[in-house]
Nanobody, 115 residues
Framework: QVQLVESGGGLVQPGGSLRLSCAAS????????MAWYRQVPGKQREVVAK???????NYAASVEGRFTISRDSAKSVVYLQMNSLEPADTAVYYC?????????WGQGTQVTVSA
């Protein structure tokens, strides 16, 4: 079965960096649109970054230039490098895999940006 397992979250000071990882099993990530979403209590889950099968990427305006999504197909891992973190980036971050054959979510990892 498909599993997406996020890791790398934690507490970081404003201006700091974190790298999130999403380890995927049961699917071939290069055949899916892989994405990172985030959610804060009381708000809708929002897309942060996507990488599509041909390696094109797109980002939410709020993270453009600070976050970078990438994938290592050999390791079946998707990354989200987050730099210049701001308190507004505090959220639970979720990994997502989407294709015509299915939609899958990880369990989420908490990122807290605070002094």
């Amino acid at each position: 079965q498909v599993q997406l397992v996020e890791s790398g979250g934690g507490l970081v000071q404003p201006g700091g960096s974190l790298r999130l990882s999403c380890a995927a099993s049961g699917l071939i990530i290069s055949r899916y649109t892989m994405a990172w979403y985030r959610q804060v209590p009381g708000k809708q889950r929002e897309v942060v970054a996507k990488i599509i099968p041909d390696m094109n990427t797109n980002y939410a305006a709020s993270v453009e230039g600070r976050f970078t999504i990438s994938r290592d197909s050999a390791k079946s891992v998707v990354y989200l490098q987050m730099n210049s973190l701001e308190p507004a980036d505090t959220a639970v971050y979720y990994c997502n895999a989407a294709s015509t054959v299915g939609l899958f979510w990880g369990q989420g990892t908490q990122v807290t940006v605070s002094a």
